[in-house]
């Protein structure tokens, strides 16, 4: 896994639908299991959403905190 990605999810925001604006990591994990169910969109933002998708099922949200305190 390419570490940029794990920074993308807590500084970069949904660009559409009802969460719009809101961090990846911040999603709600209903709506991540709707996405998956119907399908991520295709790109950067797709492949965002399966990766959140992915850290939430499996309990791993704590991999991620080191990185929302950080400064940029």
């Known amino acids: 896994m390419n570490p940029e990605v794990l920074i993308d ?7 559409f639908g009802k969460y719009k604006g ?21 790109g950067k933002s797709g492949m965002l959403m399966a990766t959140m998708y992915e850290i939430k099922i499996n309990g791993l949200e704590y991999l991620l ?8």
Do not use: S
């Open 22 to 42: 809101r961090l990846y990591c911040d999603l709600p994990e209903y709506y991540l299991v709707w996405m998956h169910r119907n399908g991520f969109p295709a």
């Open 65 to 72: 905190k080191p990185l929302r305190n950080r400064p940029i």
């Open 9 to 15: 999810l807590v500084t970069q925001k949904m660009p």
